[in-house]
T-cell receptor, first 113, second 111 residues
Framework: GQQLNQSPQSMFIQEGEDVSMNCTSS?????WLWYKQDPGEGPVLLIA?????ELTSNGRLTAQFGITRKDSFLNISASIPSDVGIYFC?????????????FGSGTQLTVLP | SQTIHQWPATLVQPVGSPLSLECTVE??????LYWYRQAAGRGLQLLFY??????ISSEVPQNLSASRPQDRQFILSSKKLLLSDSGFYLC??????????FGQGTRLTVV
């Protein structure tokens, strides 16, 4: 199956700092997705990227679809306590009769006051 | 608007007991439906997916089964739970074959 390498595994930052995390793959993806999961909740879709080189923002979040289509980056500016959670990258691939998503292993973000 | 409901939120079951987790989707028709398991707050593992009523594909061999009796209903079951079945189970739906949208999850503890 497809594998996504996500880094870093965890981050501890001060409130107000900027955050950057990335995801790489050995295969080409036509879509990159970024999710956030709060403790005890299901992941929520933050940003979807559909085109190589695309840069998309959602408030303080900015994500980029790498030009090689094998990587993606998520940046969070001016972090706040509610940014705490696990961030996952994901990409779809075809298997059998349906599209499936493969997920990175996640980046655990802790924001210190 | 589309919504997904998953219940129960938490469940504590003894080893050897049966399991039934239910997921329903509203506001869309013929969605792709998925069951994922997440261990230790990381790593989403796809267990089952369905592209239509009665159509179930399994990704990993396990002690669980899935059924889709109606278009927008997806059920995860087990006849006899094992300790290793403990985890956080997530139902998801997809409409565009690209994004997936998740339910709130069920925390299952097998004791």
């Amino acid at each position: 199956g497809q594998q996504l390498n996500q880094s870093p595994q965890s981050m501890f930052i001060q409130e107000g700092e900027d955050v950057s995390m990335n995801c790489t793959s050995s295969s080409i993806f036509n879509t990159w997705l970024w999710y956030k999961q709060d403790p005890g909740e299901g992941p929520v879709l933050l940003i979807a990227l559909y085109k190589a080189g695309e840069l998309t923002s959602n408030g303080r979040l900015t994500a980029q679809f790498g030009i090689t289509r094998k990587d993606s980056f998520l940046n969070i500016s001016a972090s706040i306590p509610s940014d705490v959670g696990i961030y996952f990258c994901a990409g779809p691939f075809s298997s059998g009769s349906a599209r499936q998503l493969t997920f990175g292993s996640g980046t655990q973000l802790t924001v210190l006051p | 608007s589309q919504t997904i409901h998953q219940w129960p939120a938490t469940l504590v079951q003894p080893v050897g007991s049966p399991l039934s987790l239910e997921c329903t989707v509203e506001g869309t028709s013929n969605p792709n439906l998925y069951w994922y398991r997440q261990a230790a707050g990381r790593g989403l593992q796809l267990l089952f997916y369905s592209v239509g009523i009665g159509q179930i594909s399994s990704e990993v061999p396990q002690n669980l089964s899935a059924s889709r009796p109606q278009d927008r209903q997806f059920i995860l079951s087990s006849k006899k739970l094992l300790l290793s079945d403990s985890g956080f189970y997530l139902c998801a739906y997809g409409q565009t074959n690209t994004e997936a949208f998740f339910g709130q999850g069920t925390r299952l503890t097998v004791v």
